[in-house]
């Protein structure tokens, strides 16, 4: 199978660099699909005649697939792609239209402009397109939960289009990463939690816990939960550094027993600089680190 390299040589005049900017986000955007509960297809205009390939493809694990097909190595053009074409011409995420069918699946479309910023720090100019395609039938008045992943999904999409998301990869950082399922959290500017889903509270009471943690100092729990107080300061600086715009490295923190892994990311759209952040996710382990 042809990889997203190889394709984007073949069809486009896409820098190396550029590349490489899209395989961070394809190995970065499972957290977005699962947040969205949508498909997302990586699309790449192809030189001069109006079409766009898709070069990779991500299933969503929290709802249904819209696609039941591989769409990798798909060209398309014409009015198929009329919304790719507006947010790759335009630099805006698109939303409107109506939904659309694949065989006896409704779905609604989304297309958000990828960015890459420049060396000074500046939006670049847009080298693809992310497909946000959400499959509708099963569609419901969503709760408190989906509602705070939509609502972070939203923050992320608009970080793609401001090429400030993904954040680069740590030194020797894997793309292993806790999962949304595990756990989120969303803390204010202040550092103080607004949401925390069952399984962070869960996490959180595996090591020791048991109040609720909406309007926490999350940063102040880790040290206090921590049964190492330099882990416990440790943990509580990356927290920090996330709430000053930074995406620290993955860590993990050890109490009573237990080990959870915990990433930090940034919520700073471009529309809201306010520091809005997802404490992606907290992914409980036992004492022998092995996952659950």
């Known amino acids: ?85 507006v947010a790759h011409r335009q630099g805006r995420i698109w939303r409107e239209g109506d939904p659309v069918w694949y065989g ?31 499959n509708l039938s099963t569609a419901r008045t969503p709760s408190q939960l989906e509602l705070n992943y939509l609502t972070t999904a939203d923050d992320l999409a608009q970080m793609i289009a401001d090429g400030t998301f993904p954040p680069p990869r740590h030194p020797g950082e894997t793309t292993s ?43 102040a729990l880790h040290r206090r939960l921590a049964g190492d107080p330099l882990e416990g300061t440790d943990a509580a600086n990356g927290i920090l550094a996330a709430l000053r715009g930074e995406a620290p490295p993955r860590r993990e923190i050890d109490a009573r027993g237990a080990t959870m892994l915990t990433r930090a990311l940034p919520l700073m759209p471009a529309a809201c600089r306010s520091a809005r952040w997802c404490w992606s996710a907290t992914s409980p382990r036992y004492a022998a680190g092995t996952g659950p």
């Open 177 to 219: 990463a806790p999962r949304v399922g595990d756990g989120l959290v969303r803390l204010d500017a202040n550092g103080k939690v607004t949401y925390a889903s069952p399984n962070a509270q869960s996490a959180y009471r595996r090591l020791g816990y048991a109040s609720h943690l909406v309007g926490e100092d999350l940063a």
């Open 1 to 85: 199978m042809s990889t997203l390299r190889d394709l984007a040589e073949e069809h486009t005049r896409l820098r190396p660099v550029d590349i490489d900017h899209l395989h961070r986000i394809a190995g970065d955007w499972q957290l977005l699909s699962d947040l969205s509960f949508a498909d997302l297809l990586l699309w790449v205009p192809v030189d001069g005649d109006g079409t766009f390939l898709c070069v990779a493809q991500v299933r969503p694990t929290t709802a249904p697939t819209a696609y039941l097909d591989d769409q990798v190595g798909r060209i398309v053009g014409g009015p198929e792609v009329a919304h790719l074409e």
């Open 104 to 134: 006896d699946v409704p779905a609604r479309h989304e297309a958000i402009p990828v960015r890459l910023r420049t060396a000074d720090g500046e939006a670049g100019e847009v080298v693809a397109v992310v497909g946000r395609d959400t």
